[in-house]
């Protein structure tokens, strides 16, 4: 059974199957239906003395009965008024939050309003310590702590903070027996370890060398764990749009400290990076997914599928699956331009045709190389 047919039928991460009470709600442990009214904005301007006018905006979020999860601000931001709430959503104030209650392993975090950009704060964050028991009382703990960046829409950010870590404690629970039987256990886990046979024990028979299971390392444990709970979350989320309301999506960036070691694992470009004491500059642990990191990977899905790159309904050809180094012109026909595709990893020429002109570029965004992915889009129609 593969883990996401395992998330559908385990209660842990289908903690919540019906739309939430509203009464029960809360962001931060603090009552959310008295907070989120059934409006969206309301603007009051003031005049001062010397003329100045002061615009205050306050920002609602109604309570929807179609979604899974209510939107909320992390539950690690506790103790905080429904006063307090209000002037956190403010455009203007926009002042720092953390929480009022220390965090495990003295943890810090903290948030701020964006302004200008979404009327809520879209993002979550997550910390949860566990254990995983097994078998002859073996308990090994572990520390969890998530970053999701929403965007267009908080749902998926919400949904991701709820789910993701119950999923990730069910694969390691998965592999627990595997993880107490490798040659190098986890620390203060005392299993016996495993004693290796001779080369000259299975010699004779080879057909018994194909049920002989492959040795694993903890890291392989540990880290295909967290790469099949990201590829489950992914698809659950799927799943659950066909009965709840999923709004945007939502990057990923988790930090799982277990046996000793730290595992980092994200998805899009929210970004983990180590501080070491002494050292001026912080070491990258996380790798940027960004549609011109995956070009090659893009560019080889739409020569495999070139139906992708047309219209749904009227198949009309919507996307050149090339790379060109600049934007074309029909003055440019006949003319050579730099380009790149799914098997080049430099560019190479060729003559301007009429597709690059007319066609969108399938990966397109100002300053691809220095972007970050901030102002990159795939298949975007505002680029030409």
Not at 111 to 118: L, Q, V, Y
Not at 211 to 223: A, G, P, S, W, Y
Not at 307 to 335: A, F, M, Q
Request: hydrophobic share 35%.
């Amino acid at each position: 059974m593969t883990m996401l047919a395992k998330m559908l039928k385990r209660k842990v991460s289908r903690s919540v199957m019906e739309a939430p009470d509203p009464s029960a709600l809360n962001v931060g442990g603090t009552p959310l239906a008295p907070v989120l009214e059934q409006i969206t904005e309301s603007e009051t301007k003031t005049k001062t003395e010397n003329g100045e006018v002061h615009v205050k905006v306050e920002i609602r979020s109604p309570v929807d009965p179609d979604v899974q999860y209510q939107y909320q601000r992390p539950d690690l931001l506790q103790g905080y008024s429904e006063a307090d709430w209000k002037d956190f959503a403010s455009h203007f104030k926009r002042p720092v939050v953390g929480p009022r209650a220390p965090l495990p392993a003295e943890i810090g975090y903290a948030e701020a309003m964006n302004a200008g950009k979404s009327k809520l704060n879209e993002d979550q964050a997550t910390v949860h310590e566990g254990q995983l028991k097994g078998m002859n009382g073996v308990i090994i703990p572990y520390l969890y702590v998530g970053v999701f960046d929403g965007h267009g829409g908080a749902g998926a950010a919400v949904k991701v903070s709820k789910d993701l870590h119950g999923i990730l404690h069910e694969g390691l629970e998965d592999v627990l027996p595997y993880m107490v039987s490798v040659n190098k256990p986890c620390p203060n886990v005392e299993v016996e370890e495993l004693s290796s046979s001779s080369d000259d024990d299975n010699d004779d028979d080879e057909e018994e060398d194909e049920f002989v299971e492959m040795k694993m390392t903890l890291d392989e444990l540990i880290c295909g764990s967290l790469e099949s709970s990201f590829w489950a979350m992914d698809r659950l989320i799927l799943n659950d749009k066909a009965k709840y309301k999923i709004t945007g999506g939502t990057t990923a960036v988790v930090a799982l400290f277990i046996c000793g070691k730290l595992y980092v694992a994200n998805a899009g470009d929210s970004r983990a990076a180590l501080y070491l004491p002494g050292h001026s500059t912080l070491h990258p642990m996380s790798r940027d997914h960004t549609p011109f990191s995956d070009r090659q990977r893009i560019q080889h899905i739409a020569y495999q599928r070139p139906e992708l790159t047309r219209h749904p309904k009227t198949k009309e050809k919507l996307y050149n699956r090339h790379l060109l180094s600049r934007k074309v012109t029909k003055d440019d026909i006949g003319s050579t331009v730099m380009y790149k595709d799914f098997y080049m990893s430099g560019w190479s020429c060729r003559d301007v045709s009429s597709d690059d002109v007319h066609l969108l570029p399938i990966i397109s965004g100002k300053h691809i190389k220095t972007s970050f992915g901030k102002r990159q889009r795939l298949q975007g129609f505002h680029s030409r």
